[in-house]
């Protein structure tokens, strides 16, 4: 039986339109011209399904509330598709693979992130390729997570990050090797892949994310105490720290410390992250590393910046209490993180 996908269409420059003031996604426009597009008419292609969302964002305009609108839709949709693909902007589409990656439990069929960095009413596109691409993987194999496609890479949501404004291999997962490429053929690397939840039927369920304030700064030479401790004023519940290194941050400057070291007591879960794109956080191997963690800072080991944020938002939308959400931070829940 031809396989149907389900494409939720968010806005992003896929399918955006040169206008007199510059290209802006338009209503209808884009399934209009995936119509005339003979090639995802071919029998090697899913049937597939657009659905437009009422509002079409740049993703610069993405809220937390609009990664659970996509949530729900899909939970809507599930039991009648056999795939999912999300076509977004690309400049916060790591940071929505991520949420999404949270937010569907059990998720036992692939959901694909896809976008473009050159429109597809433009001759010379990405798009054609990533939308053609990621329809065949959603349809033909057995990928059971959320995933972004991009270029020739098919990578885990919860580890991508985008490391390109202009290339068409606009984004990576540094810390995790791609799940499949596709050049000739599509290969996917099965052992990589998150295993199918069994038994069976456990079925979706989605954890919302709702109105949390969880914040993410990178530190930088000549960071004052003042600045930090503003951000982590109440309500703040959560900081994803963008540390040196391994971890590693100004130990010396003690109005730094002790701003850190008042909010954990307070409650405030601070999770030690790299500003490196590769490698992880060794929390315990320097002084100005160990400094952090004497003020409480908790390690986010190998997770990106995005992940770190999201999973914050997800465990606290999930109730869980700070002692809690510091416990579930360091542990591996989607594949996001090696510790
Ligand atoms: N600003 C656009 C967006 O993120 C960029 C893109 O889609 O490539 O929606």
């Known amino acids: 039986m031809r396989k149907h996908i389900y494409i939720a269409y968010t806005g992003g420059t896929i399918g955006m339109r040169k206008l007199q003031y510059g290209y802006a996604p338009e209503r209808g426009y884009l399934e209009q011209q995936m119509a005339t597009m003979p090639e995802l008419h071919d029998a090697t292609i899913p049937a597939y399904t657009i659905h437009e969302y009422d509002e079409l964002l740049d993703s610069a305009n993405m809220m937390p509330a609009h990664w659970t609108l996509i949530a729900e839709d899909i939970e809507r949709n599930y039991q009648d598709y056999d795939g999912f693909i999300v076509l977004h902007g690309t400049d916060t589409m790591a940071y929505t693979a991520s949420a999404l990656a949270f937010m569907l439990q059990h998720l036992a069929k692939p959901v694909i992130l896809t976008g473009s960095q050159i429109p597809l009413c433009e001759v010379r596109n990405d798009a054609r390729e990533n939308i053609i691409t990621a329809l065949m993987i959603a349809a033909d194999y057995p990928v059971p997570e959320v995933c972004l496609f991009f270029g020739s890479k098919l990578l885990r949501g919860c580890r991508a990050v985008k490391v390109s404004a202009t290339g068409l291999e606009a984004f990576d997962s540094p810390n995790f090797p791609p799940l499949?490429?596709?050049g000739v053929n599509i290969s996917i690397k099965h052992h990589?892949?998150?295993?199918?939840?069994?038994?069976?039927?456990?079925?979706?369920s989605i954890g919302k994310i709702g109105d949390h304030v969880v914040a993410a700064l990178r530190?930088?030479?000549?960071?004052?105490g003042k600045m930090i401790e503003n951000i982590l004023h109440p309500p703040l519940k959560g900081l994803v720290l963008e540390a040196y290194g391994v971890g590693n941050g100004p130990e010396q400057n003690t109005g730094f410390i002790k701003a850190l070291k008042d909010a954990t007591d307070r409650g405030v879960v601070i999770v030690d992250t790299t500003q490196c794109l590769y490698g992880t956080v060794a929390i315990q191997e320097y002084a100005t590393g160990s400094a952090l963690a004497e003020a409480g800072v908790i390690s986010g080991y190998d997770m990106t910046a995005e992940a770190a944020l999201t999973k914050l938002f997800y465990l606290f939308s999930r109730g869980y209490a700070s002692e809690q959400v510091k416990q579930l931070m360091q542990q591996n829940l989607r594949g996001e993180m090696t510790n």
Do not use: W, Y
């Not at 998150?194 to 039927?201: A, G, I, M, W, Y």
């Open 180 to 182: 499949g490429i596709a």
């Open 192 to 204: 990589l892949v998150l295993p199918t939840p069994t038994p069976p039927d456990v079925k979706l």
């Open 219 to 224: 530190i930088f030479p000549g960071i004052s």
